[in-house]
């Protein structure tokens, strides 16, 4: 930066210009450089490779709902049961990740309609500390299941995490048979419980309610495991295949009902609440 960069930048009454780092983005998967609005009017969809960029819970409700949807308030829950500390306080973590969030912690619900037809959306941001399940994600997660069961329609959830947030131990982990519990009330209720994955969904959440689903979509690419693939090749000692975890080899191996491109998921899901929906609630 020379001199007279620096003296104009330092003048308040003189308007910055946009900088190369937000003009431009570099697409993850082809390296490619593109025009951030035209990477963010594609939907954070790489126009040259297809690479589907990772969103905010905001954003991805702002895709799916029609407007006019209400986003559900954050419940309270004990912030540092355990006061655990690692290299920071668990205090400090949360809230540095609050500081870059809109949102109080990483599962936000909204509750409106997809082309019509009632819906409640729960949305997993991998952007606050990797999307991790704590007890304030299970309780929202639940949440959000319970207004879904008040409207009788259709519980759908975007799933990214990393797993289970290790900060919050043994209650973490309970969050998986308490969101289990409420996947089996939906289907006792006779409501339709979509599960969309998206990059990356692995851990303690994909060992939970992110594989009960009555249907699971799928963004293209995107990583959906359990262990990594560094330990299950590890432990195996063999070789794992091209594209394994990947969302592309889950649809062919059966564990994904579709694979379905960011553009036409808010239609793919219409018309599975078109046929899934309760006649009565639609």
Not at 93 to 116: C, M, W, Y
Not at 171 to 193: E, F, H, I
Request: net charge positive; with cysteine.
């Amino acid at each position: 930066m020379n001199w007279f960069t620096r003296v104009r930048n330092s003048l308040p009454f003189v308007a910055k210009r946009s900088t190369e780092e937000t003009l431009w983005v570099k697409c993850p998967g082809c390296s490619e450089m593109l025009f951030t609005k035209e990477y963010e009017d594609n939907l954070k969809v790489c126009p040259r490779c297809g690479h589907h960029g990772r969103i905010g819970a905001d954003e991805r409700l702002r895709q799916l709902l029609d407007q006019g949807y209400e986003v559900l308030p954050q419940p309270e829950v004990a912030e540092d049961p355990l006061k655990f500390r690692d290299t920071k306080k668990y205090t400090d973590r949360l809230k540095q990740a609050r500081a870059k969030n809109p949102h109080r912690d990483a599962f936000t619900v909204g509750s409106g309609v997809i082309e019509g037809h009632p819906a409640v959306v729960g949305v997993q941001d991998f952007g606050f500390m990797g999307g991790s399940m704590g007890m304030a994600v299970g309780t929202a997660f639940c949440q959000g299941a319970e207004r879904a069961l008040t409207r009788k329609c259709a519980y759908i959830v975007a799933t990214a995490a990393g797993g289970a947030r290790m900060q919050e131990g043994i209650l973490s982990l309970m969050q998986m048979p308490k969101a289990t519990v409420m996947t089996r009330r939906l289907k006792d209720a006779g409501l339709p419980y979509i599960v969309l994955l998206t990059d990356p969904t692995t851990g303690g959440v994909t060992a939970s309610y992110a594989m009960l689903g009555d249907v699971h979509i799928a963004e293209p690419g995107a990583l959906i495991g359990f262990a990594g693939q560094r330990v299950i090749q590890d432990t195996i000692r063999e070789k794992l295949p091209d594209g394994f975890q990947r969302a592309e080899y889950l649809h062919k191996h059966g564990m994904v009902d579709m694979v379905v491109k960011r553009h036409d998921l808010k239609r793919t899901l219409a018309s599975l609440l078109d046929y899934l929906q309760p006649k009565a609630a639609a």
